[in-house]
């Protein structure tokens, strides 16, 4: 497999928005497959309205680069070996809240994005997300 089904989107769907629920994060939730199109999308009742286009920019920066987005992010600081990445592929997000999904193979299938809460909550999500999706 590819891409991430379906299914697997909407299992990683639920699993943020129980999470996010949880602990009271109100939360843009967004699965891309590996050519990072939106594959599901859910913005919770009253998440912040800015934070809907970070997510989906999460989710596209984690199944682009495979990497965290705060891996990428730490690659990307001036006078590392990444720095200006953040300007390419039409805008990228560098700080927490976006992770690869991985197959059970170790293939990137796609991305999970968060964004409404605090980079510590959207980082946790996005694992709590990208878990779910296999299984």
Same mark, same amino acid.
């Given at each position: 497999?590819?891409?991430?089904?379906?299914?697997?989107?909407? =299992?990683?769907? !639920? #699993?943020?928005?129980?999470? $996010? &629920? @949880?602990?009271?994060?109100?939360?843009?939730?967004?699965?891309?497959?590996?050519?990072?199109?939106?594959?599901?999308?859910?913005?919770?009742?009253?998440?912040?309205?800015?934070?809907?286009?970070?997510?989906?920019?999460? =989710?596209?920066? !984690? #199944?682009?680069?495979?990497? $965290? &987005? @705060?891996?990428?992010?730490?690659?990307?600081?001036?006078?590392?070996?990444?720095?200006?990445?953040?300007?390419?592929?039409?805008?990228?997000?560098?700080?927490?809240?976006?992770?690869?999904?991985?197959?059970?193979?170790? =293939?990137?299938?796609?991305?999970?994005?968060?964004?409404?809460?605090?980079?510590?909550?959207?980082?946790?999500?996005?694992?709590?997300?990208?878990?779910?999706?296999?299984?």
């Amino acid at each position: 497999m590819r891409d991430i089904l379906a299914d697997g989107a909407e =299992a990683v769907i !639920a #699993a943020v928005r129980k999470k $996010a &629920t @949880e602990i009271g994060a109100l939360s843009n939730i967004a699965v891309v497959d590996s050519g990072a199109n939106l594959k599901a999308f859910l913005r919770m009742d009253d998440a912040l309205l800015g934070s809907l286009d970070v997510s989906i920019r999460k =989710a596209r920066t !984690a #199944a682009l680069f495979g990497l $965290a &987005t @705060e891996t990428l992010g730490e690659l990307a600081q001036p006078g590392a070996p990444l720095y200006g990445i953040d300007s390419t592929n039409g805008g990228l997000i560098l700080f927490g809240g976006g992770a690869p999904i991985v197959n059970a193979e170790g =293939a990137v299938i796609g991305g999970v994005g968060v964004s409404g809460s605090t980079v510590e909550n959207d980082t946790m999500l996005s694992a709590v997300g990208a878990a779910a999706a296999n299984g």
